[in-house]
């Protein structure tokens, strides 16, 4: 393929935290120290650019003006790039996208289905700015909407304008933005304060920190003007320590805002004086919940309290408070520069816009995608993340974090927005959605989560502190092969109690995954109980590993792997596991060579073998 | 306390005073600093931000963030997010536990590693991963584990001899 004569060249390198996992700071370096060596530092630019979203092909590298996609580059392929894709002008064809699903090749980023079949508004900019570059930002229009918002608009205007596009909260619950921005505005009590939620803690979801690593001014664009609006000079930003990253961005963000008078002391000479401050978490989940939060960011345990009043009354320090998601922030300059009209065009009747999903799990395209609400679960899953991995076959998708719940197949056709995904019992969370395959044992995982919000309650209230822990009793007994057909129901009663009476959202929410799951594959929790099987092969107490006599080989490859010494044998000997000594730990089933496949584990059966080794192909 | 921790307390604490907000980012500053939190720091961060020890120790204790012991050489942090742990976390931190002879939230007695879980590292696509100190892997299986800790020790040989 040859490409065009073209003098101008921009190669940009993801630096979001899952290609930087995989080394793509020094594909930039490399990339710079090339072009320097080679003489082209005139004509071709390299720039750092935050997450693409398709992380499982990172890291990624994509040439302008073409639009080449390259993907999982590595930085033995920087000088191959320069020379062949910039000097001799013909593609590095061995880099493109090969789709998994079509065993396809796709060279164009437009043309990937993973993207061309997103819309993108909240990661509008993400992977094509710099985001430690303001000018980047202020090239795509960035801050008009704050101008606009400032020197045009009435604070009721701006609020009006939020509320008619029906913007509703993107951290999970949905309030209406408008609605709180207006009980924050007609609050008397001063000073007042704009608090942005960014103590993203959901296991599997990374949508707030990509958002604050690719395109932290629109976050900052979006406060300044909830600081106008609601009349207040003081922002926080409660970020979670664990994302360094997107801290240095927004740190740097904030400084360069302030240099071009974006921030601070009256905003492009308005008289309006806006600044704000970053918190970092210390890594308490539940201080994901607005009043635990404003505790932590006032440095005392971050433990939520009884509402009302809410923290638009009585928020940070006892004041007036408007605390909104990254990701409702960062609709916001959108909404003010395109107008309500046009935001309501987008999505459902009662969910309006997009809502953004860091898919993962045993799903062929992980990463971060962006679809309308009212796209239905079967078209991010199959259409946008590529079905499930490797052939094998779909059981479950989680939504809504370890507080949603598991939804089966017959629930791929639910539209995406608040309600249907909370009338099936789930919901739709920050946006965490993980796909299960065949392989994973949804009593397991519903244990997994449940062992989560556990671990992450705070203490305070006694059905979360006591009634949690005894549903996991119950559920380690499941798993052990103990538990009868009463202990389902007894965890359905516990479930209900607990989401009746729990004091805040951490509570209230986190049986959840035990409800959905015992709602929808029943069959799965009664084959551990009645049958003490685990379908999905997962629960050690009731798996068992063998080595199938007629398959194996007698190479000692597995006896010297097993870690617990449980495996006897000898040259061309069968080898035997001892089933009292095995800790099941699936190494032997790894290590066994596939020409072999010798080891079997199974569930509820038992192999006929010999007790002690014998010779290979004794009958 | 020793005058030298006195000195690099006051390096830590001054830029924060007079912000609203000092505890939790005090006490971050000293774990960066350490790596963990001496109980003489916490002494010193409650003198500062104007609370009682003891009001110091229950916010360290609150927050998963916070040790009050130190950590090793090498610390090995296993993410078992939603992500990791359907892609097999649990099966990896059994194979790191085995590898380094300790469990998670211990240190080996010669301060060489220290192991923890985390909740999620947020590269999950990736999953299962693991940093090992600020390096991150990511796709891993636990035949990668035995390889991944000789390797690291390989490395520490080099650059000790």
């Known amino acids: 393929m040859e490409a065009k004569l073209n003098g101008e060249y921009t190669i940009l390198v993801c630096q979001g935290t899952g290609c930087v996992s995989s080394k793509s700071d020094r594909i930039t370096q490399a990339l710079e120290n090339h072009i320097k060596q080679s003489g082209l530092s005139k004509n071709v630019h390299v720039k750092l650019t935050g997450c693409h979203g398709f992380c499982q092909q990172g890291p990624i590298v994509i040439v302008e003006p073409e639009g080449i996609f390259y993907t999982q580059v590595k930085e033995e392929d920087v000088a191959e790039i320069v020379q062949s894709h910039i000097v001799d002008r013909k593609y590095v064809e061995r880099l493109f996208y090969h789709n998994p699903v079509t065993d396809e090749v796709i060279p164009l980023y437009k043309d990937i289905p993973f993207y061309s079949r997103q819309h993108r508004l909240i990661l509008r900019n993400c992977g094509h700015i710099n985001p430690e570059q303001i000018d980047d930002y202020l090239a795509t229009g960035g801050y008009a909407a704050l101008k606009k918002a400032i020197s045009e608009m009435e604070h009721t205007q701006i609020i009006e304008e939020i509320n008619r596009s029906g913007l509703r909260g993107r951290g999970g619950a949905g309030f209406p933005t408008g609605k709180k921005w207006d009980e924050a505005h007609k609050a008397k009590e001063q000073p007042k304060y704009v608090v942005c939620n960014a103590d993203e803690g959901d296991p599997g979801a990374f949508m707030d920190r990509s958002v604050l690593e690719a395109d932290p001014h629109s976050v900052i664009e979006g406060m300044a003007i909830a600081g106008y609006a609601i009349g207040t000079s003081e922002g926080y930003i409660y970020v979670r320590a664990e994302y360094p990253l997107a801290v240095k961005r927004l740190r740097i963000a904030i400084a360069q805002a302030k240099e071009r008078k974006l921030l601070g002391k009256n905003i492009m000479g308005s008289g309006f004086n806006f600044d704000i401050e970053i918190m970092q978490g210390a890594g308490a989940f539940v201080c994901g919940e607005g009043s635990a939060l404003m505790y932590s960011i006032e440095g005392k345990r971050g433990m939520p309290r009884v509402r009302p009043p809410r923290s638009v009354a009585a928020g940070l320090w006892g004041k007036p408070t408007s605390l909104n998601n990254v990701k409702t922030y960062a609709s916001v300059p959108l909404i003010i520069n395109r107008g309500a009209d046009w935001y309501r065009s987008i999505g459902t009747e009662g969910s309006k816009g997009t809502a953004v999903f860091a898919l993962t799990g045993k799903i062929a395209n992980s990463g971060l995608i962006e679809v309308p609400m009212g796209a239905t679960l079967r078209e991010v899953v199959f259409d946008i993340g590529g079905g499930v991995q490797e052939g094998k076959k779909f059981k479950a998708v989680q939504t809504g974090g370890p507080s949603g719940g598991c939804l089966p197949e017959s629930a791929l056709d639910l539209t995406i927005d608040f309600e249907s995904l909370t009338k099936a019992g789930s919901m739709m969370g920050s946006g965490g959605m993980v796909v299960m395959d065949t392989d994973t044992c949804m009593v397991d995982l519903a244990r997994f989560f449940l062992n989560f919000c556990c671990n992450e309650s705070c203490g305070k209230c006694v059905p979360c502190r006591e009634g949690l822990p005894l549903m996991i009793d119950i559920m380690h007994k499941i798993t052990r092969g103990e538990g009868d057909l009463h202990d389902i129901d007894h965890l359905l009663d516990l479930g209900e109690t607990v989401t009746k009476s729990a004091l805040c959202g951490l509570g209230t929410t986190a049986p959840n995954p035990v409800l959905s799951s015992i709602r929808y594959f029943r069959d799965e929790w009664e084959a551990h109980v009645i049958d003490k099987k685990c379908p999905a092969l997962v629960c050690k107490a009731l798996i068992n590993f063998y080595v199938l006599p007629d398959k194996c080989a007698g190479c000692g490859i597995c006896l010297r792997a097993c870690p617990v010494e449980a495996i006897s044998g000898g040259k061309r000997l069968v080898h035997v596991i001892d089933q009292e000594k095995c800790i099941k730990c699936a190494t032997c089933l790894e290590k066994c060579p596939e020409r072999f496949s010798a080891i079997a584990k199974v569930t509820g059966e038992q192999i006929a073998v010999p007790k002690e080794p014998v010779p290979i192909g004794t009958p | ?161």
């Open chain 2, 1 to 161: 306390m020793s005058t030298d921790l006195r000195k690099q307390m006051r390096e830590l604490l001054d830029p924060l005073q007079g912000h609203k907000v000092i505890l939790i980012p005090a006490l971050q500053a000293v774990q960066e600093k350490f790596g963990y939190l001496p109980e003489a720091a916490m002494e010193e961060i409650g003198r500062v931000a104007g609370v009682s020890p003891n009001v110091v120790y229950g916010v360290a204790s609150f927050y998963a963030q916070f040790r009050t012991t130190p950590v090793g050489k090498k610390h090995v942090t296993v993410c078992q997010g939603t992500a990791c742990h359907v892609r097999g976390a649990a099966r990896i931190l059994e194979a790191i536990e085995r590898a380094l002879d300790i469990k998670a939230g211990e240190t080996t007695p010669d301060l060489g590693y220290s192991l923890e879980t985390v909740a999620c590292i947020g590269a999950c696509a990736l999953a299962p991963t693991l940093r090992v100190n600020e390096d991150t892997h990511g796709k891993l299986t636990t035949n990668d584990i035995e390889k991944l800790f000789s390797k690291i020790a390989r490395q520490e040989e080099t650059s000790d001899s």
